[in-house]
């Protein structure tokens, strides 16, 4: 359960930066909001790589790039879920296009499950030596 709530405090991080991220992109380079969730959600997702390897998960094993890569490639599945609701929520709602924080909100919520499950099978702790 507190490895649950870790997740859950890295994952309000990363929601930060995914809507803060989604915001400056739109704002600033007026792209559309589908194309910037995915720039988003990329830089969401490298920070919550770093912080669940080293807080939530505890990983032992030193970062690499090829970890970065697998991790974003597991998640995979949740982006879908993730970036699906998110779209839809942008496509049926005049609230969510007027405050994208809150498609990026129910995409992660839609997610949280399956990232957690996916996460935890990419960066277990190394076992004890005994």
Known sequence: MKQFLRFCLVG???????AGMLQLLLLSVAMNPYTARIFSFLAA??????????????????????????????????ALVNYTVY??????????????WSAV???????????FLLSRLLL???????
Not at 12 to 18: M, P, Q, Y
Not at 87 to 100: G, M, N
Not at 105 to 115: D, R
Not at 124 to 130: D, E, L, T, W
């Open 45 to 78: 997702a490298s920070v919550t790589w770093i912080c669940n390897r080293s807080f939530t998960f505890r990983s032992a094993i030193p970062a690499s790039r090829a970890e970065w890569l697998r991790y974003v490639g597991l998640m995979a599945l949740g």
């Open 105 to 115: 909100a129910a995409g992660s919520v839609a997610a949280l499950g399956i990232n």
């Open 124 to 130: 277990r702790p190394a076992p004890a030596s005994r």
């Open 12 to 18: 309000t991080l990363g929601f930060i930066v995914d």
């Open 87 to 100: 779209a839809l929520c942008i496509a049926a709602s005049s609230y969510a296009r007027a405050q994208p």
